[in-house]
């Protein structure tokens, strides 16, 4: 029997016919179908597709990296079977409407949702800088002084569990505008967890640092600036991009409740007209902004912890 060759995966065979392709092939095909219900021009949908494509030519094809062939395979998966269910009436229309519909509203509405980003985003600054510095200069004072942080720490253990949004109803209730009780909420968000986490940081530093630092007559204020500060930074900086995360989605929770724009009002906005296209449009586009604002703080993490 003759003997049986292995199958030499990285033949140019196989980098061209592969399951990343052959679903980029299969959306492509169903694209071109006619659909049962009214659909929007497909160009961004195939604008969308075509990026996961370079995606996967340059990182598995060319950098020989498995995750982007992987991550490929699920995006394309994704939308092949949203494309399926939606062109062959498997799903309801109204609430599984075609992905060319939805991806066009982030086109035709894009002088909206930017408007509604720059509302959001205008609020989001307000409040994490107050609750950065805030919980950074009172976090390393409590850390720093031992009487204060056995009074004030099993406080601050109580109170950062509490899930933000448990404060966002009340909050909007009670302030006088909505601008202000947006920014009390997020500050809310993500002052609590930060200030913990900057107190424990500070209690937990090495003690051979704070030694050599009195050793050589370092005062109070300079320990703190020069020694005290650069400890805990990292620190703060490693926490950020999920206090983002958490300050986003509840100044969503009090755009949803009082707020007359932003990209909570957006999708409040459409879901009571039950338009779920552009309810579920306004969550890709809330999504595309939280990784890029994730992605910005891992380059200023990058940049300003190079150790």
């Not at 999920?242 to 909570?264: D, K, P, V």
């Amino acid at each position: 029997m003759p003997r049986m060759e292995k199958l030499n995966l990285q033949s140019p065979i196989f980098k061209v016919v592969n399951i990343p392709n052959i679903l980029f092939a299969a959306i492509l095909y169903m694209i071109s179908l006619p659909p049962l219900v009214k659909t929007k021009p497909p160009a961004m949908l195939i604008i969308v597709i075509c990026l996961i494509e370079l995606y996967f030519i340059i990182g598995y094809l060319v950098q020989h990296k498995r995750s982007c062939h992987d991550i490929s395979c699920i995006l394309f998966a994704f939308f092949a079977i949203w494309e399926y269910s939606s062109k062959t009436g498997k799903a309801h229309s109204l609430r599984m409407p075609p992905m060319e519909n939805v991806l066009y509203v982030l086109y035709s509405h894009r002088g909206e949702l930017l408007k509604g980003l720059v509302s959001s985003l205008e609020l989001m600054l307000w409040g994490v800088t107050i609750a950065l510095a805030s919980s950074v200069v009172f976090g390393i004072l409590v850390g720093w002084f031992t009487r204060p942080r056995e009074a004030i720490m099993p406080i601050v253990r109580v109170i950062s569990p509490i899930p933000a949004l448990a404060y966002t109803t009340y909050v909007v209730g009670c302030m006088p505008s909505f601008k202000s009780s947006s920014i009390v909420v997020i500050f809310l968000s993500v002052f609590w967890p930060l200030f913990s986490q900057v107190i424990r940081t500070v209690g937990t530093m090495d003690k051979r640092i704070i030694e050599s630092a009195r050793v050589m007559n370092v005062g109070s204020i300079t320990m703190i600036k020069d020694i005290v500060y650069p400890y805990v930074l990292p620190t703060v900086l490693r926490y950020l991009p999920s206090s983002l995360s958490t300050a986003f989605m509840c100044l969503t929770g009090a755009e949803m409740i009082g707020a007359s724009s932003g990209l909570g009002f957006f999708i409040r906005k459409y879901a009571e007209y039950a338009n779920y296209t552009n309810v579920l449009a306004g969550i890709i586009f809330m999504g595309l902004v939280v990784t890029m604002l994730s992605s910005l703080v891992k380059l200023v993490q990058k940049k300003f912890i190079k150790w």
